[in-house]
């Protein structure tokens, strides 16, 4: 005999489950709307209604990422405010949050994602790094602040200081070589930083790194200079 009971409960199972899957996918579909047109307020609304911050995209990008390469500025200030929106997310670039707001220049957005544990000092490439590309003073000095590396080195060991030599500011640079970059350092291709500015066509970079160096040769000198007039004086006056 056939349980109608059952067959019933099935039925409105069913029904409930069309109802929901249907409702999400709408759900869904509004949301990564709402983040190509800078939407905060239509963002906002879906997690108050419960939308996972963390959904991805059908190619796979998170939605705080995603908002961050459109870019979708208010939208993604509205995620990094949500508390269950993880910040500390990659893309196929192994590239953080904290990287591409870095890049952008947008130090309100990077001073929230490091007061929710962003990673200032990611291994590889670094929100410095990408600060530095972009010339950010604000942002450099923000993130050296918060105990930024400045000579991180990325996979083929190239440093902030030329990065920032090749495609930032002179004020970037200006500002990396006076906290105290690596001037000499080279990476995995035998280059310095001075040849990053020279192979960039940069002359005022190129010209900020010349007296660097020369700063260094001259602080180095004084400093050969100095011992060794304090090693002729302890000498013994027989070995004079």
Do not use: C
Not at 104 to 114: E, H, M, S
């Amino acid at each position: 005999m056939f349980n109608f009971n059952k067959i019933k409960k099935s039925i409105v199972f069913i029904g409930f489950f069309l109802n929901f899957s249907l409702s999400f996918a709408g759900a869904y579909d509004d949301f990564f709307r709402a983040i190509m047109g800078d939407d905060a307020r239509s963002v906002q609304s879906l997690l108050q209604r419960g939308f996972d911050p963390n959904t991805v995209n059908p190619e796979g990008v998170p939605a705080l990422m995603l908002a961050l390469r459109v870019p979708a500025p208010k939208v993604a200030d509205v995620l990094v405010g949500w508390p269950q929106t993880k910040v500390e997310v990659r893309n196929a670039q192994d590239e953080s949050p904290l990287m591409l707001a870095a890049l952008r220049g947008q130090l309100d957005l990077v001073k929230k994602l490091v007061e929710r544990d962003a990673d200032v000092n990611k291994t590889g490439w670094t929100p410095l790094h990408y600060a530095a590309t972009g010339g950010h003073v604000p942002v450099i000095e923000f993130l050296l602040e918060h105990s930024a590396y400045i000579d991180a080195e990325s996979p083929n060991g190239t440093t902030p200081l030329m990065m920032a030599a090749m495609y930032g500011s002179p004020e970037a640079v200006k500002h990396l070589i006076q906290a105290g970059a690596d001037l000499q350092v080279r990476n995995g291709a035998n280059m310095t930083a001075l040849d990053f500015a020279q192979h960039g066509n940069r002359p005022n970079n190129i010209e900020l790194m010349q007296e660097g160096l020369r700063r260094e040769a001259e602080r180095e000198a004084r400093k050969k200079a100095a011992a060794a007039a304090g090693t002729a004086q302890t000498a013994p006056a027989s070995s004079r």
